[in-house]
């Protein structure tokens, strides 16, 4: 705060706890080793009625996974889960540095609700999770699917799995449709994980608009 940003004493900052709540804040006490604040106002924001939780398989390189988290922060997501599937190459995902990322996009993209991002679980047992809200499997095989943007219920909460590099496998859509997963196209292209996971979070975003 002192030492890199050179902050003095009398300036004001502005600090969020993620949950909706800005403070605004004065130091009253600088140094290189320490800084004391005192908070002079509180402006409290209400949630987003609707939510998006993005259930994503892990990107061979982390710097793909890495940026779609940033994205998806600034974008307005709420909840990320990573999914171990079978044609998964990244079987291990450490979730400490994904929660400086999204911290420091929150900051960036000035907003006050922290996204939560959940420790990796295999496929198989995130589907048969209970959730409340709609919930969708994007896939690229050539089945029956309904389009994403047109199945997006307003004010609502949304999950959407989306697979590895290597997709999906039959067996792994077959258990997400036999758990009321819907599945879904995202457009006519072939799109990459952390794109596919991007594109979903910004088409429910921009439909609640």
């Not at 909706?20 to 009625?49: H, M, Q, R, W, Y």
């Not at 960036?108 to 209970?130: M, R």
Request: charged letters at 25%; a neutral charge.
């Amino acid at each position: 705060m002192v030492k890199v940003l050179r902050k003095k004493e009398g300036d004001n900052i502005y600090i969020t706890n993620g949950l909706g709540n800005l403070f605004i804040s004065e130091i009253v006490f600088a140094s290189e080793k320490k800084c004391e604040v005192k908070i002079i106002d509180i402006n409290t924001f209400e949630p987003t009625p609707y939510y998006i939780h993005i259930a994503v398989a892990p990107t061979k390189m982390n710097d793909r996974m890495e940026w779609f988290l940033e994205k998806a922060t600034e974008i307005g997501i709420h909840e990320i889960t990573p999914i171990l599937c079978e044609h998964s190459e990244r079987k291990v995902y450490k979730i400490d540095r994904a929660e400086k990322i999204i911290q420091s996009a929150l900051k960036q993209s000035n907003q006050y609700f922290l996204p939560k991002i959940n420790e990796p679980v295999p496929f198989s047992n995130f589907v048969k999770t209970a959730f409340d809200g709609q919930k969708f499997i994007a896939h690229c095989e050539e089945t029956a699917k309904r389009s994403f943007k047109n199945e997006i219920k307003l004010n609502s909460k949304i999950l959407i799995l989306i697979g590895p590099e290597g997709d999906f496998s039959t067996k792994e859509i077959n258990l997400a449709i036999e758990n009321k997963f819907v599945p879904v196209t995202l457009g006519n292209t072939r799109l990459r994980t952390e794109t596919a996971a991007l594109v979903a979070c910004h088409t429910v975003a921009l439909t609640n608009e």
